[in-house]
Nanobody, 119 residues
Framework: QVQLVESGGGLVQAGGSLRLSCSAS????????MAWYRQAPGKERELVAG???????NNADSVKGRFTISRDNAKNTLYLQMNSLKPEETDVYYC?????????????WGTGARVTVSS
């Protein structure tokens, strides 16, 4: 089992920045791909950015050039640096980890961090 805990959410003005963190604990001995998703009320959860264990990243077109995903494998921590935030990016941001071992592939989710961008 892996537990994911997000932190760093909050209120920011449009054009401002926030940095989200996701700390992983438990049985983290696996090949992991991690990602940030976000979800607004009444909408589907959407992928913001993903990163492999080796550091290959993939960002949604809507955040390219503004958001940066990174990870510190030694600290089992995932980050999302968000710059030039827009009011429409007010969402709950979720950390996700797909953890693969020889035995199983499991998908873990954090409980979310709320980000509010004021206009």
């Amino acid at each position: 089992q892996v537990q994911l805990v997000e932190s760093g959410g909050g209120l920011v003005q449009a054009g401002g920045s926030l940095r989200l963190s996701c700390s992983a604990s438990g049985n983290t001995d696996c090949i992991s791909t991690m990602a940030w998703y976000r979800q607004a009320p009444g909408k589907e959860r959407e992928l913001v950015a993903g990163i492999t264990e080796g550091g290959t990243t993939n960002n949604a077109d809507s955040v390219k050039g503004r958001f940066t995903i990174s990870r510190d494998n030694a600290k089992n921590t995932l980050y999302l640096q968000m710059n030039s935030l827009k009011p429409e990016e007010t969402d709950v941001y979720y950390c996700d980890e797909i953890c693969v071992t020889w035995r199983a592939k499991r998908d873990y989710w954090g409980t979310g961090a709320r980000v509010t961008v004021s206009s």
